[in-house]
């Protein structure tokens, strides 16, 4: 069974970056990966993806902000988030984009003064 570990998350104040790792214990060489996140009371939401071939996508709201990369070796997936905003404050979770595994714990993300 796949396990999903993510970490890096933390508080930061607005305008801040921080820089999310995903670990897959099983290869994820020629695995579609993504980024999702769930603030409290809303649902999940995916916020970027990244094919084996590295084509990102972005939802509009991060688009400009974050930087999706993954590195098929190590077996990780990277976030790297700027100009953070307190709107993007939430768990964020990774997992495979086209046939999801049992989701991580996710790694908490509070973007505040």
């Known amino acids: 069974q796949v396990q999903l570990v993510e970490s890096g998350g933390g508080l930061v104040q607005p305008g801040g970056s921080l820089r999310l790792s995903c670990t897959v214990s099983?290869?994820?060489?020629?695995?579609?990966m993504a980024w999702y996140r769930q603030a409290p009371g809303e649902q999940r939401e995916l916020v970027a993806r990244i094919t084996t071939g590295s084509t990102t996508n972005y939802s509009d709201s991060v688009k400009g902000r974050f930087t999706i990369s993954r590195d098929n070796v190590k077996g990780a997936v990277y976030l790297q988030m700027d100009s953070l905003k307190p709107e993007d404050t939430a768990v964020y979770y990774c997992?495979?984009?086209?046939?999801?595994?049992?989701w991580g714990q996710g790694t908490q993300v509070t973007v505040s003064s």
């Open positions: 099983g290869t994820i060489f020629g695995i579609y």
């Open positions: 997992n495979n984009y086209r046939s999801p595994w049992s």
